[in-house]
């Protein structure tokens, strides 16, 4: 579905992505790991097309169509990926939801923003989707600005999955959680993206979070992937040195 070859991408004199290779098969989950400032969100943010990388290609492959580079795609092209069958789940919900409409509003504008014209319809399917992310529906009239962080989460899940999309970028989507808000939260993450088949490119810090979402890992130190290979593999019998020194800072926490 999605391969990026020899992506470089540096921020001034600092290289946050050097000669990275990825690969993403429909229906998987991917998880990136690695430390603060290992260039796992700046990836993220390349293979989405949300930054363009000063070396390499990332090629999109549509359902039964041909592949596509995603940074020469025209931006209209671009943006109606991201409305349909693209997501991104941010680690701050607040960055991806209008705090001044309603719950059920902004569930409704990526309907819109589809081509979903019948109000009926649409507030019936907001409706629906909060109650799929645990949302009392009595609700849907209510501002973000009165929900708690678990619910700003959960509320954004809904708004990114409602289209149904095919490919699903998350960055730290449990990050800045309590314990067992994270725990809910994962739980309902691997429950609709198990049922809905999406592919997912996910971002975390955390490797428990890996081991519970993701088939298969990608290890990045210093802008380069160091390791990758299937999740359970990788973190039970680490070959590189980070990796181990990852595996091993956290059983000894």
């Known amino acids: 579905m999605l391969s990026a070859r020899g992506l470089g991408f540096r921020f001034g004199s600092i290289t946050a992505l050097e000669a990275v ?64 069958d693209w997501g991104f789940v941010e680690q701050d919900p607040r960055q991806a ?25 649409i507030r019936a399917e907001a409706a629906r989707w909060l109650a799929e992310v645990e949302i009392d529906v009595a609700r849907i009239d209510d501002r973000p600005t009165t929900f708690s962080g678990g619910m700003l989460q959960r509320l954004q899940i809904a708004r990114t999955l ?44 955390d490797l428990a979070v890996a081991r519970l979402l993701a088939a298969r890992i990608v290890v990045m130190q210093r802008g380069r992937v160091v390791e990758d290979g299937l999740t359970d593999q990788v973190l039970d019998d680490p070959r590189h040195p980070y990796t181990q020194l990852l595996v091993s800072s956290v059983l000894a926490t």
Do not use: C
């Open 21 to 84: 290779d990825v690969d993403l098969w429909p229906g998987e989950v991917l998880a990136v790991v690695g430390e603060s400032g290992s260039g796992k969100t700046t990836l993220l943010h390349v293979l989405a097309g949300r930054l363009r990388p000063d070396a390499g290609q990332v090629w999109y492959r549509e359902p039964d169509g041909p592949r596509t580079e995603v940074h020469a795609m025209p931006l209209p092209l671009l943006r109606r990926l991201h409305r349909s």
């Open 97 to 121: 939801l209008r705090m001044d409409v309603s719950a059920g509003g902004n569930v409704g504008e990526r309907l819109m923003a589809a081509g979903a014209r019948h109000y009926g319809r």
């Open 162 to 205: 409602v289209t149904e999309p095919r490919l699903v970028f998350m960055d730290e989507p449990t990050g800045g959680l309590d314990v067992s808000v994270q725990a809910r939260l994962l739980d309902l993450i691997r429950t609709l993206v198990r049922r809905l088949g999406i592919a997912v490119v996910l971002v975390t810090h």
